[in-house]
């Protein structure tokens, strides 16, 4: 009974932080999602960073930290990465810097959709100084449409997961008190009580999936630190206080199902006939 629990804790446990870690991933891909403000020429520092200070304060920028993800990139800045990406030169065709001055701004990922986006590109290009704003719509709407397929899929692969681990465990319950009818039909003929007869049988479970349940949490957490070690980047993934949070519900999960599987095996075969045990 511990090994069959054991294992589909592990099963439960590792989707879980695939499940977590998929959706870290999908929080990382969209909070990398920004729109440009080009400003207009000639601005002087004072009107850039009022410019700056009014994009930090919209409801839609994304805060990380406390600080808002707005970044300033100058025009020489970005005349520099063009050359170096292209490797050709514009001040020496058309003999100035085409590029203008730019601030991007991280957006929100509950406002991550295109209509909401063209209003946040409205709402922008009627801030004085402002020329345009302009976003990636096409990469926008890709993203948004895999996220929420990935989302939508995971969450019912997760559903069916969890109900064929429960449904598991709960029929090796049942198997294990299958062999213990007749005792607990010989302790009802000898006038023994319900609750009486239920007690040994549920703490005995309760102690199977707690163990079951430490088996599983100690052979994840050795996985998850061997993780660490090979992958430095899992742990920005796999935040140490997650992995804990997941592994201490794998053990209340082993005692609960261990518990609710023996109370329901029980009450069968407390209310069953004599010819139906045999």
Do not use: C, W
Not at 91 to 98: F, S, W
Not at 164 to 187: D, G
Not at 237 to 264: C, D, N, W, Y
């Amino acid at each position: 009974m511990v090994f069959s629990i054991t294992l589909a804790l592990i099963v439960i446990g590792l989707f879980a932080f695939f499940l977590l870690a998929t959706q870290k991933l999908a929080g990382m891909i969209q909070e990398n999602i920004e729109i440009q403000a080009y400003l207009e020429k000639n601005l002087g520092e004072s009107e850039k960073i009022a410019i700056d200070k009014t994009l930090r304060a919209k409801e839609y920028t994304l805060v990380k930290e406390g600080e808002p993800q707005v970044v300033f990139i100058s025009k020489e800045d970005a005349l520099k990465d063009f050359t170096d990406k292209t490797g050709e030169d514009p001040v020496a065709i058309l003999g100035e810097n085409p590029l203008r001055d730019a601030f991007a701004i991280k957006v929100k990922p509950s406002y991550q959709d295109s209509l909401q986006f063209a209003n946040i590109q409205n709402d922008i290009e009627t801030i004085s100084g402002v020329f345009e704003a302009t976003y990636a719509q096409s990469l926008i709407g890709t993203i948004q449409a895999s996220v929420k397929k990935i989302s939508i899929g995971m969450i019912t692969f997760s559903i069916i997961l969890l109900f064929t681990a429960v449904f598991l465990i709960h029929n090796t319950i049942k198997l294990a008190l299958f062999s213990q009818r007749f005792l607990i039909r010989s302790m009802q003929l000898i006038g023994a009580k319900a609750g009486f007869i239920k007690k040994p049988f549920v703490l005995r479970s309760v102690l199977h999936g707690l163990t079951a349940g430490v088996f599983a949490s100690a052979l994840i957490y050795l996985l998850i630190n061997l993780g660490y070690k090979e992958i430095a980047e899992l742990k920005e993934v796999l935040l140490p206080m997650e992995v804990l949070m997941v592994l201490g519900i794998l053990l209340i999960l082993g005692i609960l199902i261990g518990f609710l599987s023996t109370l329901s095996a029980l009450g069968k075969y407390l209310k069953m006939s004599l010819n139906d045990l045999y």
